[in-house]
């Protein structure tokens, strides 16, 4: 009872002290300084070589929230597999994908066997052991940061074939870094011990990998009846971190009972089974996206807890010995990568720009090679610490260098949206209090809406008011998105014929009265009869008021909001293969005049309109999919 009194204690200290490094990573944010450099910098501060808040003894107690971690990382590097996304950019993919590799291994490894001798313990390596420890850097240099990538594509809005290769090789190259981790970390233990390299090794690394992938199937089914259980989702997350964690304890115990009984350990790789499990879940179950929900909530405070820790476990004094070498090491990954990826792309038939600018935009680098270096410090205690500082100098590093490279390539191949804004205008016609209301609703939405009144005297008016208004003459110069017209019937048609011209392509009139409805629709105009549409709007409120508050914009962070698909890619993609963000629901789609029920096996057409509902920050993510 006392040692668990001690660990919640412990707990609640280091809960507070996440607090703290969550404060400091949002105020390195403002600098536009990764999230995760303020958390290291934060564990740094309260570790045992700066302030002491938090010692060894309590971290090595505080292992077990790692590796819950760890789990997590490697829950969502699998669940980024998703495969219909990454079918169309296969060969381009694979192709850059192996070169890297090469590229790589081959000259991480040969500057780490030349650099070595500078390490602070490095004396005590043979040679064997020297290498093993080489080739396991060079495998960690390979690993990249697919939710640093993924946080610049959506910044920028890039979209295009270069986005979608730099994404899917970003992707498969955490899964083609753990499998290598397991074979390299296996030839390490070997080295060290003095085994030889034979074929008992060789049957013994396929066990190995095969347990591995037994243990992801078992993780995989536990998953699947997690997330089919009618439970809270904090009681779901709570089980997910449970059965990660489960995945380490396992993995030991296996190790410790094979030792046992046949004098030679197996070691299953819990990373490669969270990766595998998650890869299962989202590409053969129903439960992706519930899945991708659990893992969006839980990743923020579980990589606070992950790098506030990685932070503190940070040895200052060996770094202050190795910062030259992760300096070198820095360069060579950089040189490393801009000849691999290049040379890879231009095989794949990639164009030349996009073959000089894909070196660029893989340097990004963060949880999963923490992970993989931390398995090393404890599998190789002693010069395993003097390893896992390295590469966390050598990650900040890559985290502040590489996502300004990512935008500067993505600019360069010309896929980032923002240098090609989408038009927000609206034109509004009339100037009562309607239209006023009207403007300011649409502003506050993030729109540009601008009033025209015959009345110049009105005009100056409600130009001291802040709004943007012009006087009317004439139909305005320029593109808008849309167009209300609420002025008289008879200007209303005319202005809706005009405007149909100059290809503003909503336009919706507020009708007076005096002429029917169908010669607003003969012209092309929706229509809007103040009389019946309060009528309407009133039995809906009857019938159904949480579909009306949702309609009216009552409903705090939703909004609803019209999609034309325009990327010829969809065209015939069912929507369950799409990945929309976790809030975002599908409420329609019109395909011409027809309206369609959707479901999950609705295939898309270039040019329908997609009714969805979510947050604004969703639907804007959602703009970017559906875009040319």
């Known amino acids: 009872m006392q040692a668990i009194a001690e660990l919640l204690l412990i707990l609640a200290s280091f809960a507070v002290l996440a607090l703290a490094a969550k404060q400091i990573g949002d105020y390195f944010a403002k600098y536009d300084l990764p999230l995760i450099t303020g958390f290291l910098f934060a564990g740094i501060l309260i570790g045992p070589y700066v302030l002491g808040l938090i010692g060894k003894e309590e971290l090595e107690k505080l292992r077990f929230v790692d590796e819950m971690a760890l789990a997590v990382i490697a829950f969502a590097a699998g669940a980024e597999l998703y495969l219909p996304e990454l079918r169309n950019r296969a060969r381009a993919i694979l192709m850059v994908s192996l070169f890297q590799v090469a590229a790589v291994l081959g000259f991480g490894a040969w500057i780490t066997l030349k650099l070595l001798p500078a390490l602070p313990g490095a004396e005590a390596l043979s040679g064997g052991a020297a290498f093993a420890f080489a080739l396991l850097m060079a495998v960690i240099l390979l690993a990249r940061s697919p939710s640093s990538a993924i946080a610049v594509i959506k910044e920028l809005g890039a979209k295009g074939p270069f986005t979608r290769l730099v994404l899917g090789a970003t992707v498969a190259s955490d899964v083609i870094v753990i499998v290598l981790f397991a074979v390299a970390l296996e030839l390490a233990r070997a080295w060290l011990t003095g085994s030889t390299i034979n074929g008992l090794f060789l049957l013994i690394l396929t066990a190995d990998l095969l347990l591995s992938a037994a243990l992801g199937y078992v993780l995989y089914a536990l998953l699947?009846?997690?997330?089919?259980?009618?439970?809270?989702?904090?009681?779901?997350?709570?089980?997910?971190?449970?059965?990660?964690?489960?995945?380490?304890?396992?993995?030991?115990?296996?190790?410790?009972?094979?030792?046992?009984?046949?004098?030679?350990?197996?070691?299953?790789?819990?990373?490669?089974?969270?990766?595998?499990?998650?890869?299962?879940?989202?590409?053969?179950?129903?439960?992706?996206?519930?899945?991708?929900?659990?893992?969006?909530?839980?990743?923020?405070?579980?990589?606070?807890?992950?790098?506030?820790?990685?932070?503190?476990?940070?040895?200052?004094?060996?770094?202050?010995?190795?910062?030259?070498?992760?300096?070198?090491?820095?360069?060579?990954?950089?040189?490393?990568?801009?000849?691999?990826?290049?040379?890879?792309?231009?095989?794949?038939?990639?164009?030349?720009?996009?073959?000089?600018?894909?070196?660029?935009?893989?340097?990004?680098?963060?949880?999963?090679?923490?992970?993989?270096?931390?398995?090393?410090?404890?599998?190789?205690?002693?010069?395993?610490?003097?390893?896992?500082?390295?590469?966390?100098?050598?990650?900040?590093?890559?985290?502040?260098?590489?996502?300004p490279l990512l935008k500067q390539a993505l600019l360069w191949v010309g896929e980032a949206r923002r240098n090609r804004p989408r038009s927000r205008k609206i034109w509004i016609f009339g100037d009562d209090h309607q239209a006023i209301a009207l403007c300011r609703r649409l502003r506050a939405g993030g729109w540009e809406p601008e009033l025209f009144t015959h009345d110049e005297e009105r005009a100056r008016a409600l130009a001291d008011q802040g709004l943007a208004v012009a006087t009317y003459r004439d139909a305005p110069?320029?593109?808008?998105?849309?167009?209300?017209?609420?002025?008289?019937?008879?200007?209303?048609?005319?202005?809706?014929?005009?405007?149909?011209?100059?290809?503003?392509?909503?336009?919706?009139?507020?009708?007076?009265?005096?002429?029917?409805?169908?010669?607003?629709?003969?012209?092309?105009?929706?229509?809007?009869?103040?009389?019946?549409?309060?009528?309407?709007?009133?039995?809906?409120?009857?019938?159904?008021?949480?579909?009306?508050?949702?309609?009216?914009?009552?409903?705090?962070?939703?909004?609803?909001?019209?999609?034309?698909?325009?990327?010829?890619?969809?065209?015939?993609?069912?929507?369950?293969?799409?990945?929309?963000?976790?809030?975002?629901?599908?409420?329609?789609?019109?395909?011409?005049?027809?309206?369609?029920?959707?479901?999950?096996?609705?295939?898309?057409?270039?040019?329908?309109?997609?009714?969805?509902?979510?947050?604004?920050?969703?639907?804007?993510?959602?703009?970017?999919?559906?875009?040319?």
């Open 224 to 403: 699947l009846r997690l997330l089919a259980a009618h439970w809270a989702p904090w009681v779901k997350g709570l089980g997910l971190l449970l059965l990660g964690y489960g995945a380490f304890v396992v993995a030991r115990g296996l190790e410790a009972a094979t030792l046992h009984w046949f004098h030679h350990p197996l070691t299953p790789e819990p990373l490669l089974a969270g990766v595998l499990a998650a890869f299962w879940i989202v590409n053969y179950s129903a439960f992706r996206d519930e899945f991708t929900r659990l893992l969006s909530a839980l990743s923020p405070l579980v990589f606070i807890a992950f790098f506030t820790l990685t932070g503190a476990s940070l040895a200052l004094d060996v770094l202050a010995t190795t910062w030259p070498v992760a300096l070198a090491l820095f360069f060579t990954r950089l040189i490393a990568f801009l000849v691999g990826s290049g040379l890879g792309a231009l095989l794949a038939g990639e164009p030349p720009r996009a073959a000089l600018a894909a070196g660029m935009a893989f340097i990004t680098q963060a949880g999963v090679a923490l992970g993989l270096a931390k398995k090393v410090a404890d599998t190789f205690p002693g010069f395993g610490e003097t390893f896992a500082t390295l590469v966390v100098a050598l990650v900040v590093l890559n985290q502040v260098v590489g996502p």
């Open 477 to 628: 110069e320029g593109r808008a998105e849309a167009a209300i017209l609420l002025f008289t019937d008879e200007e209303n048609l005319k202005l809706c014929r005009l405007l149909s011209d100059r290809g503003v392509g909503v336009r919706v009139a507020r009708r007076q009265g005096r002429l029917p409805v169908e010669a607003y629709r003969e012209a092309g105009c929706q229509v809007v009869d103040p009389t019946t549409a309060t009528v309407s709007l009133l039995a809906q409120s009857v019938a159904s008021p949480g579909a009306v508050a949702l309609f009216l914009g009552e409903e705090e962070g939703q909004q609803v909001r019209d999609f034309i698909v325009e990327d010829s890619e969809l065209d015939g993609v069912p929507l369950r293969e799409l990945r929309l963000p976790a809030d975002v629901l599908v409420l329609a789609i019109h395909r011409g005049d027809e309206a369609i029920v959707t479901h999950g096996y609705t295939q898309l057409r270039v040019g329908d309109r997609v009714t969805a509902m979510g947050s604004p920050e969703s639907l804007t993510e959602l703009e970017r999919v559906f875009s040319a």
